[in-house]
């Protein structure tokens, strides 16, 4: 069948089960968009490039797929980046579509024209510049192939506009041929037996949880080797989820802003199981000073993390998928009864979260911003999709949010990005359409992408935007509040801005709540409605994220509330 270059690559996205593009027309692109428009494809325009990139790393972590974006060349690509460097920190898997110049005048420094492969080599798994008709096919099957096996990441592919008018025949590659890759990636078994048999000599073993569990879909396998090991457990950021909240001796998240149990118990182990973690700096404190009585485990998928920053006694490199079935096999062979060997450490540990929770002073006449996500989360069903921005709000979510199931806590982990937000959610819902989003924000963080409400109206998109609203860059103000002598210097908003206005403006309802009783009354009622909807929650200037490791300090030098409360 012949057929045209932009008719080649939708029919091979049809291939890869593509079910929606998110994406901004321009120039070098439109004969793709036109044989969009034909073809009826399904696809989402967003306001900005930034939020299409962001939009379908939503959609690829609440659904497990490969998001697909795309834009036109020059600055549409380069718009893109942000979004691309956000999936390739918290691995998620993009297929960035991106329009080049005509192949004749490539190099030139022609109208619009960026060299994307070489400005995303840093933040990308692979990329690609597609310069011939007879290459686009099979780049499109090794870009989907990439980005979903091994450890997931983004892929661009810089198509040539030149190359979708020319005409090809339509014959889909069934299979990827890759000089070294495979995407398969399974270890050496004698790997787990060593972590069988450090278990076994252990006395005060605990399980550390990543966003990789998440990824590799390997929530169930990890349900049945913690009960299995009946050990304390603790998670990062992005392995929220991964672990139910009310399971026993579950401690939540650890690190810079993690439960004091958790924390401590990482100082205090002498036996830590890292699964699908990087040990980044938000979780280690002082990378010397890590886990000082332990001996350490790592699986991961990805060589290049072993060792990289702690030093790891244990590494399993494989593919959770295989690690993680064969693991539980070898706990169950071994015919230990670890839950009754470990209960001492156990019920210490668990003691210890008893004392130490996560909390918070209340303050009478003001809503505090852990209130709301206490109250939000105790409103919403199980089933629900929390999408946070990056800020305050984000680790009071992290803290006070109880998920229970991987792929319902979507966040911006490694990069940390402003902005991360409304356009997730916006990819998080149609994605999955039948469970309920709802995005907590703050006043900085809505203002960075706040032209994509315009793109949730006109799509109908049900989500629900929770502003935690402090007149400030909270983490900033925080920083210079403890750190920097008060001088908040550029980190205060001016309050003039009526978000709820502003919403208004683009087709969204809204509401702004300022007593605490409204918790109880104005929001149950906001969340209920259909339609898109933004609260709008006024809360205290100087509440502050505690616990915290300050920078340069060990996990167990904390800041707890009681003795900032002082």
């Not at 022609?110 to 840093?122: L, R």
């Not at 008709?133 to 983004?154: C, M, N, V």
Request: glycine share 10%.
């Amino acid at each position: 069948m012949r057929i045209n270059g932009a008719q080649a690559v939708l029919e091979g996205l049809k291939q890869e089960g593509v079910d929606v593009i998110f994406g901004y027309p321009g120039g070098v692109v439109l004969p793709l968009y036109d044989e969009i428009y034909k073809m009826k494809f399904p696809h989402v325009l967003v306001r900005h490039e930034q939020g299409a990139a962001l939009a379908a790393d939503g959609y690829a972590r609440a659904t497990g797929e490969v998001g697909v974006c795309l834009s036109t060349s020059g600055p549409g690509c380069t718009n893109l980046v942000t979004g691309i460097a956000t999936a390739y920190m918290d691995s998620i898997p993009l297929v960035c579509f991106t329009g080049q110049v005509a192949t004749s005048v490539i190099g030139k420094d022609s109208f619009q024209e960026a060299d994307i492969c070489g400005i995303t080599t840093p933040i990308t798994k692979h990329n690609y510049l597609v310069k011939r008709p007879e290459d686009l096919l099979r780049t499109i099957k090794e870009a989907f192939f990439i980005a979903r096996t091994g450890r997931p990441g983004p892929v661009v592919v810089d198509i040539a506009t030149d190359v979708f008018r020319a005409e090809m025949d339509f014959d889909y590659p069934e299979d990827v041929h890759l000089k070294g890759y495979s995407g398969i990636f399974k270890g050496e078994e004698n790997s787990i037996d060593a972590v069988v048999d450090a278990l076994s000599k252990a006395e005060r073993p605990l399980a550390f949880i990543g966003g990789g569990v998440t990824l590799a879909d390997e929530s169930d396998d990890l349900h049945a080797v913690l009960k299995k090991m009946g050990i304390p457990v603790c998670s990062t950021l992005m392995g929220l989820g991964c672990v139910e909240p009310d399971a026993e001796a579950y401690l939540g998240m650890a690190g810079m802003h993690g439960s004091y149990a958790a924390n401590m118990a990482i100082m205090g182990c002498d036996l830590l199981l890292g699964i699908g973690v990087r040990f980044d700096d938000r979780v280690t404190g002082i990378v010397k000073e890590f886990a000082p009585e332990a001996k350490i485990v790592h699986f991961d998928i990805d060589a290049a993390e072993l060792n990289k920053n702690v030093r790891v006694d244990y590494p399993v490199l494989g593919d959770l998928n295989w690690s993680l079935p064969l693991f539980a096999k070898k706990l169950a062979a071994k015919g230990e009864d670890y839950p009754a060997r470990f209960a001492a450490w156990r019920e210490k540990i668990k003691a210890m979260h008893a004392e130490h929770p996560f909390s918070y002073q209340k303050r009478e006449g003001f809503i505090m911003p852990q209130q709301i996500i206490e109250t939000v989360t105790r409103l919403m069903d199980d089933d629900t999709i929390f999408v946070t921005d990056v800020g305050q709000h984000q680790m009071w979510a992290a803290q006070f949010c109880t998920v229970s199931r991987p792929r319902h806590f979507l966040t911006s982990g490694g990069l940390g990005t402003m902005g991360y937000g409304l356009p997730a959610a916006i990819g998080a819902k149609i994605g999955q359409p039948d469970k309920k989003v709802v995005l907590f924000t703050g006043d900085g963080s809505i203002m960075m992408n706040c032209q994509e409400l315009a793109t949730a109206s006109d799509y109908g998109v049900d989500v629900k935007i929770v502003v935690v609203h402090n007149h400030l860059l909270g983490m900033v103000a925080q920083w210079q509040r403890m750190f920097y002598n008060q001088h908040y210097s550029e980190s205060k908003l001016n309050g003039k801005t009526d978000l709820v206005k502003l919403a208004e403006a683009m087709g969204i309802s809204g509401v702004r709540i300022e007593k605490p009783e409204e918790l109880e009354t104005t929001l149950p009622e906001a969340l209920s409605r259909k339609g898109a909807m933004l609260i709008d929650v006024m809360v205290p200037e100087d509440a502050n994220v505690l616990p915290m490791v300050p920078g340069g300090r060990r996990l167990d030098d904390m800041i707890l509330e009681k003795e900032a409360a002082k």
